[in-house]
């Protein structure tokens, strides 16, 4: 009877020990990479993605109701334009600096301006009617509205 | 003035003339005006349409040459971009004359400010800015950029512009000039149509006037006159013509006249004909007379083909004496055949006298020489020294009686000569080695000249020549006591008048000398035997007085004439005059090779004779390439009695495999083959280095010796053939490889004869300059024979002599040694010489004699005798306890071999003839050794070797043939018959004693 006891106590403390080692899952909705923001008056909840793509490679230029669209980057080396790019651009930081490298020196077009945190963003798409920028999930987005990108 | 149709024509080609002048004028004003544009526009527009483009590439490479800086992140790349923009500088300067100056500097300006906002920008981007400021000075960039792209596009457009414009002016210049041209044109034209219409209405009325007036003539109104209107050409005519029709209405009154004048000779005429009727009568009767007379003449012309009969009778009588005349000289040839024959007999008498002289000469050189030795010593210095005289005065006689057989030679025409090709250099080179020393030894100086104009090298025989020139310049040293002796080769003197040579291709060689010199009656007889410059010269210089004569003999065979300029007391100058080339090549070349015969396989028996005619080293001895199966068998028989084997090729291509396979000693060849010609197969297996030295000997029907001898083979028989000769071939292909020899010549062209002439004696021949290359061959190969020429004798080749010497002592594989020297050596060289050799030839020896010296050794060889007789072992010979038998029918040569043969120890049997001395060997079986003498009365040597031979005990009997004559063949023929070796007389007791030893010696080695 004693073996059988402390064949017991051996299974139950490895199944202890194997409860204590697996890691403990976030039960919140992850945070998303980044959200793209802009100015509080402007009239879209949500956006298609080849527009916004197009609005920062300056293909389209004006908003559906005629406004001029200011696009807004961050830093090339920020993790955030990296996402963007990729998951709305579909291309590469350096594919998007070479393209707008041609546009420079060709003489056709200027990128938008880099702002080097998100907080000048911010600001920016707070004080440009017609901007539209991108930030990170967790950033302080004060009046500056989301916008759906489907 | 005269309004002449002249004047007319002249005036309206002038003023078309002058029309066309005007027009080309105008024309021209008008193109030089629209090529002045075109000028403008080549100069100014074209290179400005070239340039335009060019700088807005180059603005377009500026704009990407910044994007691709920015694209690689490379700050220092943008460096390049002032060099484009230096570039677009460069260009608008180049196009300073034919831009706009304002708008060029503009371009300029703007260029500078994009280019310099350009950089700026470009660097802040690879730094890596790009906030709003960043934007805006990109933004002012673009601006630059479109304003220096806007310059540009200015520049061009103001071209085409411009270009429009030049076009349009020059256009329109084209157009007014063309509109000018035709007015003055039609102007130009409608005026000379006006004048030439108003001149051919008058001109043509004129003619028809002519014209009527003319027809009214034809018809015979000659007095209707023609109206003369006007003051042209055409009133000329009008006027002539009229006065022609009043002269022509004179002429026909006269023609009246004329014919009533002819009727009345018609008359006359006919009157005269009736007269000559009457004498055509009287020619008839006289033409009958003629015909009698031609009767006659027939007559005559007959007796006179009777006189022609006669004469044809005549003339047969004639042939028949010609005929007899004809018969006469056929007489007379066979008289000169019979006298060639006696000239023939004459040199044999030669030939034999020498040897009646020789033979007493020998006995007397023996017996001197054995006194002279003193080897019982009882004779007193004095005695021994007489001897010695003896002995050289007979020596010198016998010198005196080879030159005689010498000339005896030429004069016989028996001298053969070689003719080749020889440098002139070498010739006179050698003579000056050899009389040099000689000539210093004089105190006499001694100079060789040759002229310029002289070829470097002449056909002849070199030998010969040198022999001419030995004897001259030997004299020259000889008769000169004081001064200078000098040989010179140069042209004749343009003086001198020469019997058959040519100047141009004559050579002089000329020897002067300052000696006594030859009086003028002695000029012509110097020349004939045995004569000197006087007697008393003889007796003070001593020689024969021969050798001019030979030398001119030689002279005359070389086609060359020898001649004695000279001034008793002043010293002689003898020229030999020689062609260039020397003719008789053809002559001297092909008997030679034609008439050497094989030398026969002699009477020591072949080591070969095996059962089945199987050769003892398994080797095919023959290959018989032939398709004629009956003459095969024939020739298997032949070759199989001598105990040789055979195989037999039926066809070209197996002959050839077959002597590849087999390396057969020698090939008997057909010509005619099924597939290839014996020729092929010929030059074939001469191409294989494999068979190349395999002897070839042509047997064929067709009869082309020439051509069989030209590709190399030994020889060449025609079927049918007799059978000696196909034996004779058999043997000559069948016997052991060639013995090879050595020759150590330094002068390439006698080295060359020397090979040639050892050739016949079926050796293998290698000839070497030097010592040096001697002793390398050596090393490789065994020699037979070494014939080294001493005439110069240097350090090497002493020095060659005596290691061959050493290696003889230390009993190594070295050739017998044969020396020859153009010079008398002197005692001390005489001795050394003789220690190393077996035999020395000096002065005078021929090449023949030398070959007889080969050609002994070589039969010693053959007969397994050791190969060099020791020499100056005679002294140490012994010969005791040998049976010796002598034959001759000299007494004193019997004496004195007796003599010399006993005092070594030998007991010693004389025979008087060949059937004495084979009835002696039935009695003296245990005979060691014969000598025999070739010519007895009874039975000669050559007979009695013979028969000796022919017994089985005598096989290997020495015999040693004595050979008085030394008349080439001798020495064949005593070999032929059988004998051992041979010695030509006079004998040299030493010779004969080291030679015997040698064999006595081989036999017991045996």
Known sequence: ?150 | MRLTLRASLIAIVSIMAAAFLVVIVASDLVTSRVRERLVEIEQRQIPRLELGPRIAADFAELTRTFQDAVAAQDADALEQTRRVRDRIVARLEEGKAVFDPAASEELRVALDAYHELALDVSRRMIAGEGGEEMIERITRMQEAQARAQAQIDRVVAFDARYLRGAFDDARAALLAGGRTRLVITGTCLALVLGLAIVFTRGFVRSIAALHEGFARFGKGELDALIPVRGNDEIADVAAGANQMAKNLAELEAERERAAAETRELLERTREQAARLQAQEEELRATNEELQAQQEELRLTNEELSEHARQLSEQRAELEAKNEELRELSRRLEQKAAELATVSAFKSQFLANMSHELRTPLNSMLLLSQLLADNPEGNLTPKQVEYARTVNGAGKDLLFLINQVLDLAKIEAGRQEIHVEPVRVEDIVERIRRVFAPLAAEKGLSFDVGIADDVPRSITTDGQRVGQILTNLVGNAVKFTSRGAVKLAVRRPDPSVELRTLRRETTIAFVVTDTGSGIASEHRERIFEPFEQGGEAGNRRHGGTGLGLAISRELATLLGGELRLESTAAEGSTFVCYLPERCERTEKTEEPRRAATPAPKRAATPAPVARDGGAAPDDATHLLVIEDDPLFLEVLGRIIGERGLSWLAARDGATGLRLARERRPRGIILDVELPDIDGWRVMEALRADPATASIPVHFVSATDAPDRGLALGAVGYLTKPAAKKDLVRVVESLGRQRAHRVLVVESDASRGQTLAEQLATLEVETTVVKSAREALDVLEKKSFACMIVDLSVPDIEELELLEILQRRAAASQDTPAVVLYTDRPPSRSEAMRFESYASVVLDEGASTDRLLDEVRLFLRRLEAGMPRRPTPNQSVGVRLEGKKLLVVDDDMRTVYALSAALRAKGAEVLVAENGAVALEMLDANPDVDAVVMDVMMPEMDGYEATRRIRAQPRFERLPIVSLTAKAMKGDAERSIEAGASAYLPKPIDADALLSLLHSFFTGEEKA
Do not use: C
Request: glycine share 4%; hydrophobic share 45%; charged share 20%.
């Open chain 1, 1 to 150: 009877m004693r073996a059988i006891a402390v064949g017991r106590f051996v299974l139950f403390a490895l199944f202890a020990l194997l409860v204590l080692v697996t890691p403990t899952h976030v039960s919140a909705e992850p945070s998303p990479a980044f959200v793209v923001i802009v100015n509080p008056q402007n009239p879209y909840l949500a956006l298609d993605r080849s527009f916004v793509a197009d609005a920062f490679l300056k293909k389209v230029t004006r908003w559906p109701n005629g406004d001029v669209i200011k696009p807004v980057d961050l830093p090339p080396r920020s993790r955030t334009r990296a996402r963007f790019s990729e998951q709305v651009l579909k291309r590469s930081i350096a594919a998007v600096k070479s393209y707008w490298n041609q546009m420079i020196f060709s003489g056709r077009d200027v990128p938008p301006p880099e702002l080097s945190t998100e907080e000048e963003v911010v600001k920016y798409v707070l004080t440009h009617a017609g901007a539209v920028g991108y930030v990170s999930g967790d950033a302080r987005l004060g009046d500056a509205k989301i916008v759906t990108i489907r």
